[in-house]
């Protein structure tokens, strides 16, 4: 098409020397649209200025760009004034997502894809069109982070068409209502403005809370099966109640007891996620760059950041702020091994994800608050060697060490631990005896329990609403909690020295564990199971 040919000499007739074309970046995981304004003018010292705050990555792009033009055939107006603006200039700009607009602008501004101005409106504006992408030195376009949220702005801006990198297509399709068109270079870029691109596919939803088949779900969990973990019987329960219920998980245990293989089983037995829950980790991968899956996540997040992180690392932050392990946990669970090495300061960020489900993180530059709802599982020894109470091997710990130790935790982040549970020692005999099998105790089965749950918290309270997520009020008008259940919780609060928070918590439990049970309603057997997870993990709670 002419409209992609190098053009030796533009026609005056046929150029606007104003264009303005539709881009955008992201501020934490939403998307903002930026008007890409380029002026080329033979007026005035020749230059290529670019204004509207833009960052250090969007002022190198006029060399990336000049380069690309030329490489792809073009002419770069060397002679003229080339003046852009970021629009709204009083916004900071990052990342190098606006070099295709900049380019498409400055072939359009200097007439040379002449088919393209019966595109633009009378004030210069590329009608309905959007378009994101790192241009290389040879004029390929590069895929860019975040081009899902980008895409999802410039929809509510009004786009219907939107061109982004190849490698952007996938994710950015899962936008409804706005047509996708992908480019592998400038070329491809505008025969795609002038309607001869290659439109992106959808990809297929996430199966809902519901629509799982089974084949699916045993592929999902068969590399990490319950089962294949030797004992451990009451810690497997713990993880069916924390699943069910999405409650917080404390194991305590010595090394080599399986505190890691039970955490890093709890994923499998979570039910999957629903389409809302999958674009939302979607939308978190995105601005992630090369953690991207390329298209709509399908299975929930697992992390596990060594206990050397950064509280940046762990919650989040930057110079441009960007999700910690948290953010990148949300649907997910977050595993926090050897708890009591994490920083004080980084623990106790925690505590408002643990409450609210997000995190917020003020700058000078502005603040922004990521989404971090997920199931923590933390794992740690009873003493610093590890050997506390143990038959086989004697703690050599003082009792100073071991209350130093445990008080690198503090009671409120204890508190908003639902399950404290001791993990006991695996007798090394037991790993060789002929493997069998405890009734429902593969991830196919303990998994069918807890989608039962679920689907009884869904009808009780709502779609996405779990009972640790559940209020008090709430819970006591609607949970069918009996009168025994909260005569023994009352009479249990004070040996145990229940907190308020503590009594919410523990009563959510017991009505996860009668959900499990097909229970109706809550009464003091439930109860009680609730409470002894409180008095498992030998002090720690108290």
Same mark, same amino acid.
């Given at each position: 098409?002419?409209?992609?040919?190098?053009?030796?000499?533009?026609?005056?007739?046929?150029?606007?020397?104003?264009?303005?074309?539709?881009?955008? %970046?992201?501020?934490?995981?939403?998307?903002?649209?930026?008007?890409?304004?380029?002026?080329?003018?033979?007026?005035?010292?020749?230059?290529?200025?670019?204004?509207?705050?833009?960052?250090?990555?969007?002022?190198?792009?006029?060399?990336?760009?000049?380069?690309?033009?030329?490489?792809?055939?073009?002419?770069?107006?060397?002679?003229?004034?080339?003046?852009?603006?970021?629009?709204?200039?009083?916004?900071?700009?990052?990342?190098?997502?606006?070099?295709?607009?900049?380019?498409?602008?400055?072939?359009?501004?200097?007439?040379?894809?002449?088919?393209?101005?019966?595109?633009?409106?009378?004030?210069?504006?590329?009608?309905?069109?959007?378009?994101?992408?790192?241009?290389?030195?040879?004029?390929?376009?590069?895929?860019?982070?975040?081009?899902?949220?980008?895409?999802?702005?410039?929809?509510?801006?009004?786009?219907?068409?939107?061109?982004?990198?190849?490698?952007?297509?996938?994710?950015?399709?899962?936008?409804?209502?706005?047509?996708?068109?992908?480019?592998?270079?400038?070329?491809?870029?505008?025969?795609?403005?002038?309607?001869?691109?290659?439109?992106?596919?959808?990809?297929?939803?996430?199966?809902?809370?519901?629509?799982?088949?089974?084949?699916?779900?045993?592929?999902?969990?068969?590399?990490?099966?319950?089962? %294949?973990?030797?004992?451990?019987?009451?810690?497997?329960?713990?993880?069916?109640?924390?699943?069910?219920?999405?409650?917080?998980?404390?194991?305590?245990?010595?090394?080599?007891?399986?505190?890691?293989?039970?955490?890093?089983?709890?994923?499998?037995?979570?039910?999957?996620?629903?389409?809302?829950?999958?674009?939302?980790?979607?939308?978190?991968?995105?601005?992630?760059?090369?953690?991207?899956?390329?298209?709509?996540a399908c299975e929930r997040p697992f992390?596990?950041?060594?206990?050397?992180?950064?509280?940046?690392?762990?919650?989040?932050?930057?110079?441009?702020?960007?999700?910690?392990?948290?953010?990148?946990?949300?649907?997910?669970?977050?595993?926090?091994?050897?708890?009591?090495?994490?920083?004080?300061?980084?623990?106790?960020?925690?505590?408002?994800?643990?409450?609210?489900?997000?995190?917020?993180?003020?700058?000078?530059?502005?603040?922004?608050?990521?989404?971090?709802?997920?199931?923590?599982?933390?794992?740690?020894?009873?003493?610093?060697?590890?050997?506390?109470?143990?038959?086989?091997?004697?703690?050599?710990?003082?009792?100073?060490?071991?209350?130093?130790?445990?008080?690198?935790?503090?009671?409120?982040?204890?508190?908003?631990? %639902?399950?404290?549970?001791?993990?006991?020692?695996?007798?090394?005999?037991?790993?060789?005896?002929?493997?069998?099998?405890?009734?429902?105790?593969?991830?196919?089965?303990?998994?069918?329990?807890?989608?039962?749950?679920?689907?009884?918290?869904?009808?009780?309270?709502?779609?996405?609403?779990?009972n640790a997520a559940v209020s008090l009020?709430?819970?006591?008008?609607?949970?069918?909690?009996?009168?025994?259940?909260?005569?023994?919780?009352?009479?249990?609060?004070?040996?145990?020295?229940?907190?308020?928070?503590?009594?919410?918590?523990?009563?959510?439990?017991?009505?996860?564990?009668? %959900?499990?049970?097909?229970?109706d309603d809550v009464d003091a057997r439930?109860?009680?199971?609730?409470?002894?997870?409180?008095?498992?993990?030998?002090?720690?709670?108290?």
């Amino acid at each position: 098409m002419c409209a992609t040919q190098p053009t030796s000499a533009p026609s005056d007739a046929r150029c606007a020397s104003l264009v303005r074309i539709l881009s955008g %970046d992201h501020v934490g995981i939403q998307g903002r649209t930026v008007e890409v304004q380029v002026d080329v003018s033979s007026r005035g010292a020749p230059g290529f200025t670019v204004v509207g705050l833009a960052g250090k990555s969007i002022r190198e792009s006029r060399e990336r760009i000049r380069s690309a033009i030329s490489n792809s055939g073009f002419r770069f107006p060397f002679q003229q004034r080339i003046l852009v603006n970021l629009a709204p200039a009083a916004e900071e700009k990052q990342g190098s997502g606006f070099d295709l607009a900049i380019a498409i602008g400055i072939l359009l501004a200097s007439g040379q894809a002449p088919l393209l101005h019966d595109h633009l409106g009378p004030s210069g504006i590329l009608a309905g069109a959007g378009m994101l992408g790192e241009l290389g030195l040879n004029g390929e376009v590069r895929p860019v982070p975040g081009a899902l949220l980008v895409t999802d702005a410039l929809k509510a801006w009004g786009a219907s068409t939107v061109i982004v990198p190849r490698g952007n297509a996938p994710e950015s399709s899962l936008v409804r209502g706005v047509r996708v068109r992908a480019a592998a270079d400038l070329h491809e870029a505008l025969r795609a403005l002038a309607g001869d691109g290659e439109q992106g596919s959808a990809c297929a939803e996430s199966p809902g809370l519901n629509e799982e088949s089974d084949s699916d779900a045993e592929a999902r969990a068969s590399s990490l099966e319950l089962s %294949d973990v030797r004992g451990q019987e009451t810690v497997k329960r713990a993880l069916a109640v924390a699943a069910a219920g999405g409650h917080n998980l404390l194991l305590c245990g010595p090394p080599g007891a399986g505190k890691t293989m039970l955490a890093r089983r709890l994923p499998g037995i979570l039910p999957p996620l629903t389409f809302s829950e999958a674009m939302e980790v979607t939308r978190i991968l995105s601005i992630l760059g090369g953690e991207s899956p390329g298209g709509l996540a399908c299975e929930r997040p697992f992390r596990s950041p060594h206990h050397t992180i950064s509280y940046a690392g762990l919650v989040g932050g930057g110079s441009r702020l960007r999700p910690g392990e948290v953010t990148r946990a949300h649907c997910g669970v977050l595993f926090l091994d050897e708890l009591p090495e994490f920083h004080r300061s980084a623990l106790e960020a925690l505590r408002e994800p643990l409450e609210e489900g997000r995190i917020s993180l003020g700058r000078s530059s502005g603040s922004t608050t990521f989404p971090a709802r997920f199931v923590l599982v933390a794992a740690m020894n009873p003493c610093p060697c590890g050997y506390l109470g143990q038959a086989r091997r004697r703690c050599t710990c003082s009792a100073a060490s071991i209350e130093s130790y445990r008080q690198r935790i503090s009671g409120p982040l204890l508190d908003r631990l %639902d399950l404290h549970i001791t993990v006991r020692a695996v007798d090394p005999s037991d790993l060789v005896e002929p493997r069998t099998r405890a009734p429902g105790s593969t991830t196919a089965q303990v998994r069918a329990l807890v989608l039962a749950a679920r689907r009884r918290q869904a009808d009780r309270w709502g779609e996405g609403i779990s009972n640790a997520a559940v209020s008090l009020e709430r819970l006591l008008e609607d949970g069918r909690v009996r009168g025994s259940g909260l005569d023994a919780l009352r009479k249990s609060a004070d040996r145990l020295g229940l907190s308020a928070r503590g009594f919410a918590r523990t009563l959510r439990l017991a009505r996860t564990v009668a %959900d499990l049970e097909d229970g109706d309603d809550v009464d003091a057997r439930q109860v009680a199971e609730a409470l002894q997870y409180r008095e498992l993990a030998g002090g720690l709670s108290g």
